[in-house]
C-alpha cells in the first residue's frame, strides 16, 4: 500500500502577531502580495486586506494592485526585549531617568509604565518618601522593592514575556478606581502626526487606560524613538503634556511639539 503524506499544519495566530510578521515582510521585501500571505497565514483574503487596510490607516504600508507596499521614511521599528533594550542608549535613560524621579514629590501617586526607561526611574526612587507607585512592569515592581517609603502597587494580568509586563482585562480593571497625579509613560515610536505607539495590541490598550486616570502624562524616551512608528496607536500626541528626552530629538520633532504646546525637558547626551 502506498503512503501518503500531508504538509504540516501551520501554527494558528492571532491578529496583532499576524500583523506583525507581515510588517517584517513588508521591511525585508519592501512588498507583499494578498494571495501569498493569504497562503502563508491560512486564512483568507479578505482578512488579509483588511490587515493591509488597518497598517495603511496607521500609515505602514500603501496598498497597491494584489497586495501592498512599504511607507517609503516610515520603516516601523522593531520590538526588542527588555534585557536587549536594556543594554541601548543606558547613559541617556538614566539622565531622563533622574530628571523624572525629580519631579515625584511626597503625597504624590504615580504610574511607571512597564519599559527600562521606568525602570531607571524606580531604581532612582529608593529614597523617596510618602509615595504611591503602581506599574505594570515586573523588572519595575523588582527595582521598588527596597523603596521603603513606596507603597507599591501592580496591575496584575497576565504576564507579556518579551516586555516583563502584565496585560489585560484584569490589568485594567485594577485601574478603574483609582485617581493618579503623574503618569510615566515608555513608548516603542513616537511621531508627530500619527501619535505615541507600541508593538503590542494589548499593551497598547493598558496604556490608554493608564492616561485616562492620570492627572499629568509625562512621556519618557530617548530621542531614538522620534519619527518611529509602531504597530497600535496609544494616543495623540496633542495628549501629552510633557516629554523628558536628550538634546539628540530631531529639530524638526522639538520645535513641533513646542508649537503643540507640549513642555519638552531635556537632559544633556
Keep these: 500500500m502506498a503512503s501518503t503524506s500531508s504538509s504540516p499544519e501551520k501554527r494558528t495566530i492571532g491578529t496583532s502577531?499576524?500583523?506583525?510578521?507581515?510588517?517584517?515582510?513588508?521591511?525585508?521585501q519592501g512588498s507583499v502580495q494578498v494571495n501569498d500571505l493569504s497562503a502563508l497565514f491560512g486564512v483568507s483574503t479578505v482578512t488579509i486586506r483588511n490587515d493591509l487596510?488597518?497598517?495603511?490607516?496607521?500609515?505602514?504600508?500603501?496598498?497597491?494592485?494584489?497586495?501592498?507596499?512599504?511607507c517609503d521614511g516610515n520603516t516601523p521599528a522593531t520590538e526588542h526585549s527588555v534585557e536587549d533594550k536594556?543594554?541601548?542608549?543606558?547613559?541617556?535613560?538614566r539622565g531622563i531617568a533622574l530628571a523624572a524621579a525629580e519631579m515625584i514629590k511626597p503625597g504624590h501617586r504615580v504610574i511607571l509604565d512597564s519599559g527600562t526607561t521606568t525602570y531607571e526611574?524606580?531604581?532612582?526612587?529608593?529614597?523617596?518618601?510618602?509615595?504611591?507607585?503602581m506599574t505594570n512592569g515586573m523588572n519595575v515592581a523588582n527595582a521598588l522593592f527596597d523603596a521603603e517609603g513606596v507603597e507599591l502597587l501592580m496591575t496584575g494580568g497576565h504576564l507579556r514575556r518579551q516586555s516583563q509586563s502584565f496585560y489585560g482585562d484584569q490589568a485594567e480593571q485594577s485601574l478603574q478606581n483609582y485617581h493618579f497625579d503623574i503618569l510615566f509613560l515608555g513608548v516603542d515610536a513616537i511621531d508627530l502626526e500619527r501619535?505615541?505607539?507600541?508593538?503590542?495590541?494589548?499593551?497598547?490598550?493598558?496604556n490608554r487606560r493608564m492616561c485616562e486616570v492620570a492627572e499629568r502624562i509625562i512621556v519618557v524616551t530617548d530621542s531614538s524613538k522620534f519619527n518611529r512608528l509602531s504597530l497600535h496607536k496609544i494616543i495623540d500626541t496633542q495628549r501629552i503634556d510633557m516629554i523628558i528626552t536628550d538634546e539628540g530629538i530631531p529639530a524638526e520633532s522639538l520645535h513641533g511639539l513646542q508649537k503643540s504646546g507640549i513642555d519638552v525637558l531635556l537632559v544633556k547626551q
Design 195 to 206: 501619535g505615541v505607539s507600541t508593538h503590542n495590541e494589548d499593551e497598547a490598550r493598558l
Design 86 to 93: 536594556s543594554a541601548l542608549n543606558t547613559g541617556l535613560k
Design 17 to 28: 502577531e499576524r500583523r506583525e510578521q507581515i510588517i517584517q515582510r513588508l521591511r525585508q
Design 121 to 133: 526611574i524606580a531604581r532612582m526612587m529608593k529614597h523617596h518618601q510618602e509615595v504611591i507607585a
Design 53 to 70: 487596510a488597518f497598517l495603511e490607516k496607521q500609515g505602514i504600508a500603501v496598498r497597491a494592485y494584489g497586495g501592498a507596499l512599504i
